[in-house]
């Protein structure tokens, strides 16, 4: 499948900004308490080891830092995200919705089954069909992955407006705060298998790295 110059700078944006915003997330601490009645079965973020005296003032001020990163980076990906729903809306070619959920459609749901019927043998066998057109599963997987970056964030909105940083917090926003981690978790095991098959196909011979670049020869 051939993609527009756009889109091959919006996957490298979003690829980008993605797993960094997951890596600052997995490495900081946030502000605030929880609700005392609460019972939180997942933290927001993964919490940093308690120190005393002067070492817990400056893992404070670290932590804040990345917490501040955190938001900054949530908010120019929410931007990002919008801007690549309105390009599902576009001509682009390799943008569009139908490339993103071929599974709203007849003649796209057809294609789903019948690669979930075939492909599978392939894989064990170690080998990958060449990408084309017709690639329902990867396309669904790409739908799959703006899915779940657009519920990061959303849900990264709402407690960037309903997080308490100096108190303990309501049972909405801690229920928020779980719907976000889960979705970490879905985000980074779909980013390894998207990593994944990009280098099996690249390893066939498939150029699939090429064809997403968005500059440079092809």
Same mark, same amino acid.
């Given at each position: 499948m051939e993609y527009a110059v756009s889109i091959r700078w919006m996957h490298l944006i979003l690829a980008l900004f993605l797993t960094l915003q997951l890596a600052v997330g997995e490495l900081m601490d946030v502000p605030g308490g929880e609700h005392p009645e609460a019972?939180?079965?997942?933290?927001?973020?993964?919490?940093?080891? *308690?120190?005393?005296?002067?070492?817990?003032? %400056?893992?404070?001020?670290?932590?804040? #830092? &990345?917490?501040?990163i955190h938001e900054i980076l949530g908010l120019t990906l929410a931007v990002v995200l919008l801007l690549r729903w309105l390009m599902a809306a576009s001509s682009a070619q390799g943008a569009n919705w139908r490339i993103l959920f071929p599974w709203l459609y007849r003649e796209g749901r057809e294609e789903l089954v019948k690669d979930v019927r075939t492909e599978p043998k392939m894989w064990l066998k170690g080998e990958l069909p060449e990408?084309?057109?017709?690639? *329902?599963i990867?396309?669904?997987?790409?739908? %799959?992955?703006?899915?779940?970056?657009? #519920? &990061?964030?959303l849900t990264g909105l709402a407690l960037y407006f309903g997080w308490n940083e100096h108190g303990a917090q309501t049972e909405l926003i801690e229920m928020v705060g779980e719907v976000h981690e889960s979705l970490v978790g879905l985000m980074w095991a779909l980013i390894g298998g998207h990593v994944f098959m990009a280098l099996m196909h690249q390893k066939m011979g498939h150029r699939i790295l090429q064809k997403m670049r968005p500059f440079g020869a092809r």
């Open positions: 019972q939180v079965t997942a933290s927001l973020v993964t919490p940093a080891f *308690a120190h005393e005296g002067h070492a817990a003032a %400056a893992q404070a001020e670290e932590d804040e #830092g &990345l917490f501040e990408p084309s057109d017709h690639d *329902a990867a396309k669904t997987m790409h739908g %799959a992955m703006i899915l779940t970056a657009t #519920g &990061l964030a």
